[in-house]
């Protein structure tokens, strides 16, 4: 094949001297290619070739090159020292000795600050359940809970932990393998066909837990080359998932459409002017952002996405389970059809009180995960007892609706409180049961009803290249930590668990500001959620009111 | 040219899109959406019902079989069997299937226990029954043994035609790819760009997917039921279309299962671990509701994380709900750009998302070569950082315990020699070692005798021996304590789920055994293998730790019951290893390993390995097994190989079983390359003389 190739390669306009050279050469290749002919079936290959070629001049380089870089492989370790590069100092053993001894290592990690033990200290553990009324081992007192997520309330569910002892008995804890080797187990069958004919996807995939799905999804689809048009203000999940695909990155202003919409135009502007070859694009956002509880316009994005030919790969982390009348998500809120949205992902940790994550969509998008989703293929699948925790939990919210009608009052009892209160911003949409609360910088402005945008634009356009909005919203994070954990503690100490929000500083893509995060619960009446409420209130304005 | 492998169908050949068993759904508005939805909740609704009024009938087979076997069980309480069968057992799948089994051989024990032996623990299809202290063995290393035994090459021959057959499979497969996609252009309309869409897998990325493992696809990802111990049913199920789908036959087989991780037989339905289980599904729930640092901390975390510490020898521990996120979010909170790490080339991907997120450099050694290691810490040390020649902050060299498709352990002596002198960090994934191998379970450190605490990062999975799930990281105070602040699990990710924790804590506390004994053992427990080992190592886990309202048997409690595991596993990893290098295969790794890799080499025995060894026909009264094969890319190209799991819950009998498959199959698929024939044993030798070839060297 190789022979073929060269036999119809083009030469390159070359100097006069090479020329008797040259003629040699392609004198003994049109001997070559001759002789080749005159093998039988060669024709056939050259046919093969040559059309191949016509119809993608790169594939046939690409497996000449291909074909060396096996030999190359073959022949070469992998783990050889690289000692080639021009850098390489040539030292003597002795030297090396001397450096070796000299050499002192950072130590592993930084002994935790003031800060972080205080964190670690003031970690609340539950003793017993979890759920909308736990028992807190240190104190022994029994809070209500609107730190833990149970938007439905199914934590506790008497039948589905019923029907998770009937799967332990059945198969035990562990599934002891990855899906490929005899870790598939008929129900994450089950479960991935019943999430699917819950989302209306063709099909559905099952990871075995919710974090490290984004992080696993959008690498397998997004190569290096490929485009990806993302939200400033995703998950870390997503943010990690972004960062191992080593696709191009464009990032959007934070739940901004026409922000969205901007960058579109630019990318294909750019595109065209680099007459760079069609590759796959994707615009990467959540439903309701784990980040501050804003929610996406979702019929909006999809005419964008369609208008553009972008894939839109949607984490509904926070949504699935928790919004729409049976908790579907985004998709039964607006009324879109779950089959335009190419991978919907979502939580089964969440949204279902289980674990793990998923991926919906079609067979092609499924089964490609199947053999590239690293956490997919090269961790052991989910215990069998949290799948059917999780199927059984999709029953119940498709067969009682009047779960989430009441999670919708909750949020509402919540929101009426927080929405009059001058020492906070809360920049979570209106139906979002995730609120994040921020401490309000400043003189108080405009209505709180407002949904403020992480980066408000005010003219200003951003770099479509880097997180940082044009103008960022300034805050002291240590500051407003320390006041959010006073308010926190404050309202444990009056009964109500709630929770600020953990980051990973220096870690994070762009540093979001502290919050400290509601999770409404459905397991609450409206009597404990108005009590709830009126002490958060309360804790709220003693430490920041004390403020000014 | 000819097509040779057109023959074998018509245009099937050339199918790609998975055809659909469902209608799908595309529908073009709202209304029609929520139509199909609605449709879809009725489906299931009626699915439901029906279920609650048929029990399934694969449930009541397997537990008939059972309840008939031990009659007399029911009356010892700590053995119950009461439990297992609740009556309302209405299976949550509907995918019924049958199985019928009324004299297989696997569900019943080969040497039944006679009226003086103590009763069976377990069910014989879920653990083994097996009495005979001969086939026991205490995995530690043995100064002086070669740690690794080289690896045979096999002939010339075998390696050109493993060439010649890639060759052919990759010329074929692109051959049917030209006429494919002009005969049948429908199949590859995924493949391609389309209405403005680039494909979302090319032909060419998914050309090994489509014309190499397809091709074999019917021996990966077989759906299973039921519990992954000593035996596993397996779902038949039929290609109507060269593996682009399947379709299960409503059929069930029952196979003994040497593939799954579950090294000391934790996977386990019934018993004292599986009780506790349930006891907490009924107290705790299924989940902890959220991120270990916001309120998903419960008392069962931190009970397992202290016993982990305990159990390893080290000042503590953390636990994560997953272990490929133990390693992929630990490694980028220990190392950033200008720190080096040194990775073995056989790292798990998990380790290597670990170091890709982490953003520092990453060079690859030899696998468990300690001199190409030594020759890259002096290089690295000595040069510094590329381009700017400053010094690395940090070196973190990371490895695996117990590499888990090479059955090889680290060289943990050596590497402590080096890591006094070049002073890097080590790091120690324990996925497979963990609770399977040293004389304690307490994996590589316990085998070879190292200080558990000279190692700075400790980490496993619970996966694997313990039957549960997820994954640990354990070392000095101030480091774990930091983890927890920094890790991304910690922060975002789902905890550990309470039933997964009580299967962990409590399967880990019966290794250990737990102390004080809270029960004195009478009776009930075998007096010969009471004598247990007085070891101080790390010692058995305080009664303190356990959730007051774990209740485990006396023969768990009092760690008699671990340690007969922790030797039965030892004996079945040496006596399969031993016993196929004796009948001639090439086998890779130690000896001591409960991994045993047989090598293949040709991509085309794979397939033929795994399916005769499925078909049970290999020798009369043989028995169905389902093994793992694995080829390129998770091994290098032409060493494709068969990698066996071997488990506490096997018996001898289960391994002689093997062994005389194998032996068959590797005759007819010429596997035998190892030892020359004159070295070699027959089967019945090998099996006869079990427990000497085990002790041999
Ligand atoms: C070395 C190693 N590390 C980590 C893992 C991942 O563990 P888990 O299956 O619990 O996600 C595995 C699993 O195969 C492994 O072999």
Same mark, same amino acid.
């Not at chain 2, 000391?264 to 671990?273: D, E, N, R």
């Given at each position: ?548 | ?487 991304? /699990?910690? &922060?975002?990710?789902?905890? *550990?789920? %309470? #039933?997964? $924790? +009580?299967?962990?804590? @409590? /399967?880990? &506390?019966?290794?250990?055994? *737990?102390? %004080? #004994?809270? $029960? +004195?053992?009478?009776? @009930? ?8 080992? %007085? ?163």
């Amino acid at each position: 094949m190789a022979t073929a190739v060269n036999s119809t390669g083009v030469l390159p306009d070359t100097t006069p001297a090479l020329e008797p050279i040259l003629h040699y050469v392609s004198a003994s290749l049109s001997y070559v290619y001759h002789s080749f002919l005159s093998i039988p079936g060669s024709s056939i290959v050259i046919r093969y070739v040559r059309s191949s070629y016509q119809n993608d001049p790169f594939r046939t380089v690409l497996e000449v090159i291909l074909l060396l870089f096996a030999l190359r492989t073959i022949f070469q370790s992998r783990t050889r020292a690289d000692r080639s590069t021009k850098n390489y100092v040539q030292l003597s053993e002795s030297e090396i000795d001397e450096l070796v001894d000299d050499w002192i290592p950072e130590p592993l990690v930084t002994p935790l600050t003031p800060a972080e033990q205080a964190q670690l200290n003031a970690l609340p553990i539950i003793s017993g359940a979890a759920g909308p009324k736990p028992k807190l081992a240190s104190t022994g007192k029994t809070v209500l809970n609107l730190a833990s997520y149970n938007f439905a309330g199914l934590a506790n569910n008497e039948h589905i932990k019923e029907q998770a002892v009937g799967a332990l008995r059945k198969y035990g804890v562990g599934s002891c393998g990855p899906p490929g080797f005899y870790g598939t187990i008929d129900v994450h069958m089950q479960l991935e066909q019943d999430l699917a004919n819950f989302l209306g996807t063709e099909s559905a995939i099952i990871y075995s837990q919710a974090f490290s799905t984004a992080s696993s999804v959008i690498p397998a689809f997004c190569k290096r080359g490929d485009i990806i048009v993302a939200d400033r203000g995703v998950s870390f999940a997503i943010q990690k998932g972004i960062q191992i695909s080593r696709s191009i990155v464009r990032w959007y202003d934070h739940n901004d459409l026409d922000s969205l919409e901007e960058v579109l135009i630019g990318v294909e502007k750019e595109m065209k002017k680099k007459r760079a070859p069609l590759t796959r694009r994707f615009i990467v956002t959540e439903g309701i952002f784990e980040n501050d509880g804003q929610m996406v316009d979702l019929p909006k994005l999809i005419e964008l996405k369609e208008k553009f030919k972008y894939r839109l790969l949607l984490d509904e982390s926070i949504s699935f389970g928790s919004v729409g009348r049976t908790g579907r998500g985004l998709t039964e809120l607006y009324n879109v059809p779950a089959t335009h949205i190419d991978m919907l992902l979502g939580s089964m940790a969440t949204g279902l009180n289980a674990a793990g994550g998923f991926c919906a969509g079609s067979r092609v998008v499924t089964e490609h995960q199947r053999i590239n989703g690293t956490s997919f293929v090269y961790s052991a699948s989910m215990p069998a007892l949290l799948a059917v925790g999780a199927s059984e939990a999709i029953g119940v919210l498709r067969d009682n609706p009047g779960c989430l009608r009441e999670l919708v009052e909750n949020v509402r009892v919540v929101r009426g409180v927080l929405d009059r209160l001058e020492c906070i911003e809360v920049p979570s949409h209106p139906a979002s049961p995730l609120i994040h609360i921020y401490v309000r910088s400043g003189p108080s402005q405009g209505s709180t009803l407002e949904v403020p945008t992480l980066a408000a634009r005010k003219g200003g356009k951003s770099k479509t290249t880097s997180l940082e909005p044009a103008e960022p919203v300034t805050f002291d994070i240590e500051t407003e930590e320390r006041l959010l954990q006073d308010v926190v503690d404050e309202a444990l100490a009056q009964g109500v668990l709630i929770s600020r929000v953990k980051r990973l500083r220096g870690q994070e893509a762009s540093e979001p500001r502290p919050s400290i995060k509601l999770a409404v619960s459905a397991g609450l009446t409206r009597k404990e959620v108005e009590k709830a409420a009126g002490i958060i209130r309360a804790a709220l304005l003693k430490v920041l009111g004390r403020r000014r | 040219m000819a097509l040779p492998l057109s023959s074998s169908g018509s245009g099937g050949l050339f199918k790609l899109s998975k055809k659909s068993s469902q209608r799908t759904l595309t529908p073009s508005s709202a209304a029609e959406y929520l139509a199909s939805l609605k449709a879809a909740d009725d489906d299931a609704l009626a699915r439901e019902q029906a279920r609650s009024h048929s029990p399934t009938p694969a449930r009541d087979v397997v537990h008939a079989s059972a309840v008939n076997y031990a009659p007399s069980i029911a009356s010892t309480p700590a053995l119950s069997f009461a439990s297992t069968a609740p009556s309302s057992l209405s299976s949550p799948t509907t995918y019924a299937a049958t199985l019928e089994e009324d004299d297989d051989p696997l569900v019943y024990p080969d040497n039944p226990p006679t009226s003086n032996d103590p009763p069976p623990s377990a069910l014989h299809s879920e653990f083994g029954y097996c009495n005979n202290e001969e086939y026991r063995y205490t995995s530690s290393y043995r100064d002086g043994t070669s740690l690794f035994p080289q690896h045979q090459d096999p002939p010339m021959t075998i390696l050109l035609a493993t060439y010649i057959s890639y060759l052919f499979l990759i010329a074929i497969g692109h051959m049917r790819d030209f006429f494919g996609k002009r005969f049948w252009p429908g199949y590859y309309k995924h493949l391609m760009s389309a209405a403005g869409y680039a494909a979302l897998n090319s032909d060419f990325d998914s050309f090994y997917t489509r014309r190499l493992k397809l091709r074999i696809e019917d021996c990966f990802a077989r759906p299973v039921t039921g519990v992954p111990g000593r035996t596993i049913l397996m779902y038949n199920r039929v290609s109507p279309d060269f593996n682009v789908s399947f379709k299960l036959t409503g059929q069930l087989t029952r196979a003994l299962n040497v593939s799954s991780y579950n090294y000391l037989g934790f996977a386990q339905a019934t018993g004292g671990v599986a009780d506790a289980a349930e006891e907490s599904i009924r107290r705790y729930g299924l989940s902890a509701l959220g991120p270990r640092l916001e309120a998903g901390t419960q008392d069962l975390h931190t009970a397992a994380e202290a016993l982990v510490a305990r159990f390893l020898g080290v000042e503590d521990a953390a636990v994560i709900s997953m272990g490929f996120a133990t390693n992929s979010t630990t490694l980028p909170a220990l190392v950033s750009r200008g720190c080096l790490v040194l990775s073995d080339e056989y790292n798990h991907a998990s380790i290597r998302t670990g170091v890709r997120l982490s953003g520092a450099s990453v060079r690859l050694f030899k696998h468990n070569d300690m001199a190409s290691l030594e020759q890259i810490l002096r290089e690295s040390i000595s040069q510094g950082q590329p381009r700017t020649h400053r010094p690395w902050k940090k070196i973190l060299v990371v490895v695996e315990g117990l590499y888990s498709m090479e059955g090889t352990f680290v060289d943990l002596p050596a590497l402590m020699t080096l890591k006094k002198r070049y002073k890097f960090y080590l790091y120690v994934d324990e996925a497979h070692s963990i609770g399977a191998i040293g004389p304690h379970g307490r994996g590589v450190c316990d085998y070879f005798g190292i200080d558990p605490t000279e190692v700075d990062i400790l980490m496993g999975t619970f996966t694997k021996s313990f039957g549960a799930a997820g994954g640990y990281i354990a070392g000095k105070k101030v480091l774990i304590d930091k983890l927890r602040t920094i890790n991304h /699990a910690f &922060a975002y990710a789902e905890a *550990v789920s %309470p #039933p997964v $924790l +009580t299967q962990l804590t @409590a /399967a880990m &506390a019966s290794i250990m055994g *737990v102390a %004080p #004994p809270l $029960l +004195t053992p009478v009776g @009930a427990i075998n007096t010969q293998s009471t004598a247990l080992i %007085p070891y101080s190592h790390p010692g058995p886990a305080p009664a303190a730790i356990l959730p007051s309202w774990m209740h485990l048997p006396p023969a768990l409690l009092s760690g008699v019951e671990g340690n007969t595991r922790l030797r039965r596993l030892a004996f079945n990893s040496r006596y399969l290893s031993q016993g196929l290098r004796k009948l001639g295969f090439i086998i890779y790794g130690h000896r001591d390993s409960p991994i045993v890799p047989l090598l293949i080499y040709n991509p085309g025995k794979m397939p033929v390995f795994s399916r005769l060894m499925l078909a049970a026909n290999t020798y009369p009264g043989a028995v169905p097994f389902v093994v793992v094969i694995v080829a390129y890319p998770a091994t290098p190209l032409i060493t494709s190989r068969v990698r066996f799991c071997m488990s506490a819950s096997h018996t001898k009998a289960d391994v002689d079983r093997l062994l005389r498959a194998c032996d068959r199959v590797g005759d007819l698929l010429d596997l035998k390359h190892g030892c020359p024939k004159h070295e070699r044993w027959t089967v019945d030798e090998v099996i006869d003389r079990a427990v000497e070839l085990v002790h041999m060297d």
